[in-house]
């Protein structure tokens, strides 16, 4: 494996990305703009890498791996369209004092990590149930 040069060139291509669009999309989208270029650029740079090593080592992912993304996927776009709705709704308007709207905010928190949690299982992604556990019991030590 002994390349180190083509992560580099992969990382300057995501930076270059991230940069671009995140003065393209500054203006329009605001801050929103910032984090979209952040999500693209990182996916890109994800993208590449992934082609680059399996280029380099045969494929990586075969139909199981590709099945738990589909259903992670679906969760996580279920879960996106839930906040995005919670949001319009409950957080949008400014007429609220700070204490209701932090406990808004952290009941949407809460209901989108329930419901991806609750779509994960219901999905059966293989390897959730584990995780889950694990994510219980460190958070009952806290």
Same mark, same amino acid.
């Given at each position: 494996?002994?390349?180190? #040069?083509?992560?580099?060139?992969?990382?300057?291509? *995501?930076? $270059?990305?991230?940069?671009?669009? *995140?003065?393209?999309?500054?203006?329009?989208?605001?801050? %929103?703009?910032?984090?979209?270029?952040?999500?693209?650029?990182? *996916?890109?740079?994800?993208? +590449? +890498?992934?082609?680059?090593?399996?280029?380099?080592?045969?494929?990586?992912?075969? @139909?199981? &791996?590709? /099945?738990? =993304?589909?259903? !992670?996927? %679906?969760?996580? &776009?279920?879960?996106?369209? =839930?906040?995005?709705?919670?949001? @319009? $709704? =409950?957080?949008? !308007?400014?007429? #609220?004092? #700070?204490?209701? %709207? *932090?406990? +808004?905010? %952290?009941?949407?928190?809460?209901?989108?990590?329930?419901?991806?949690?609750?779509?994960? #299982?219901?999905?059966?992604?293989?390897?959730? /149930?584990?995780?889950? @556990?694990?994510?219980?019991?460190? =958070? /009952? /030590?806290?």
């Amino acid at each position: 494996m002994q390349n180190t #040069r083509t992560p580099v060139k992969i990382m300057g291509i *995501s930076v $270059f990305l991230n940069v671009t669009l *995140s003065l393209i999309l500054m203006g329009p989208l605001k801050i %929103a703009g910032l984090a979209l270029a952040s999500s693209v650029s990182a *996916s890109v740079n994800m993208g +590449l +890498l992934y082609y680059c090593l399996t280029k380099k080592t045969g494929p990586l992912l075969g @139909r199981d &791996s590709l /099945r738990v =993304f589909n259903k !992670t996927l %679906a969760a996580a &776009s279920v879960m996106g369209v =839930f906040i995005e709705v919670y949001q @319009r $709704f =409950f957080l949008e !308007t400014g007429t #609220r004092s #700070r204490m209701v %709207a *932090s406990a +808004l905010l %952290a009941l949407g928190i809460l209901c989108g990590v329930g419901l991806y949690i609750g779509l994960v #299982r219901l999905f059966k992604v293989e390897g959730s /149930r584990g995780f889950i @556990r694990f994510s219980w019991l460190t =958070f /009952r /030590r806290l």
